[in-house]
């Protein structure tokens, strides 16, 4: 997890004084890039909150008072992670790209990573167990 997310501040940092400013940060349902950012912003924002995100659901085993359940899934729920870090750095670097320059279609792009996401999370709510976030009784 933490090379995942070292990759995000490697990349924002190595590619910082190449990106436009404004950048590119969102795209609607056609696929056509509709929404903009400060270079600052479009550089940290995701790393910021997918830091964020994962100190939270690393903080989420220590705080739940069923953690025990948490225990019987820990390496589900630690892949659960790896995952989300690995899809949202996908998307940073597709994003990355389509201010670099590169043109492609964004949501072509993003239908089989989501696809893929969206599997492995039903994945770990069929090995979850009960606790206060989630999990199946």
Not at 95 to 109: Q, S
């Amino acid at each position: 997890m933490l090379v995942l997310l070292a990759a995000f501040y490697i990349l924002a940092l190595s590619l910082y004084d190449r990106m436009p400013d404004p950048m590119v940060s969102h795209w609607n349902a056609q696929g056509a890039a509709d929404g903009y950012i400060s270079r600052f912003w479009g550089m940290f924002l995701l790393p910021f909150i997918v830091t964020g995100l994962m100190l939270l659901l690393t903080a989420v085993p220590l705080i739940d008072p069923l953690k025990a359940n948490i225990a019987r899934f820990r390496s589900t729920y630690d892949w659960f992670m790896v995952v989300f870090l690995g899809y949202m750095l996908y998307v940073y670097v597709m994003t990355l790209m389509w201010n670099l320059g590169y043109r492609f279609d964004f949501i072509v792009v993003m239908i089989p990573a989501m696809a893929a996401f969206f599997f492995f999370i039903g994945v770990l709510i069929g090995r979850a167990r009960r606790n206060y976030f989630i999990g199946r009784i």
